[in-house]
């Protein structure tokens, strides 16, 4: 069973950083790949960022290339989102997620296992 729970969100002025962590309680956390998704208010959720399972491949959004950087400990069955330099535009509710299966790794319906979110609130 995979239970995916995020932290690490809080509010902070544009141009400053955050670093979210999602861990899994699970014991077979390095057999999925890994993203992180938001959704802002009245807006569809987005990608933001993929990990492949072993942490070699990374992907991002055009949005966030060059400010967020994501990462994996499976030892620590943990995946972080680094986010530098952040703007007004980047506030949204962040959600990990988590995926057995293939295919297009910046749709979320192919995604078994989600977080509950965590709020990131960027001021200007």
């Known amino acids: 069973q995979v239970q995916l729970v995020e932290s690490g969100g809080g509010l902070v002025q544009a141009g400053g950083s955050l670093r979210l962590s999602c861990a899994d309680s699970?014991?077979?956390?390095?057999?999925?790949?890994t993203a992180w998704f938001r959704q802002a208010p009245g807006k569809e959720r987005e990608f933001v960022a993929h990990?492949?399972?072993?942490?070699?491949?990374?992907y991002y959004a055009d949005s966030v290339k060059g400010r967020f950087t994501i990462s994996r400990d499976n030892a620590k069955n943990t995946v972080f989102l680094q986010m530098n330099s952040l703007k007004p535009e980047d506030t949204a509710v962040y959600y990990c997620?988590?995926?057995?299966?293939?295919?297009?790794?910046?749709?979320?319906?192919?995604?078994?296992?989600w977080g509950q979110g965590t709020q990131v609130t960027v001021s200007s």
């Open positions: 997620a988590a995926s057995t299966v293939g295919g297009a790794i910046t749709e979320p319906r192919l995604y078994n296992y």
């Open positions: 990990i492949s399972r072993s942490g070699g491949s990374t």
């Open positions: 699970g014991r077979t956390f390095s057999s999925y790949r």
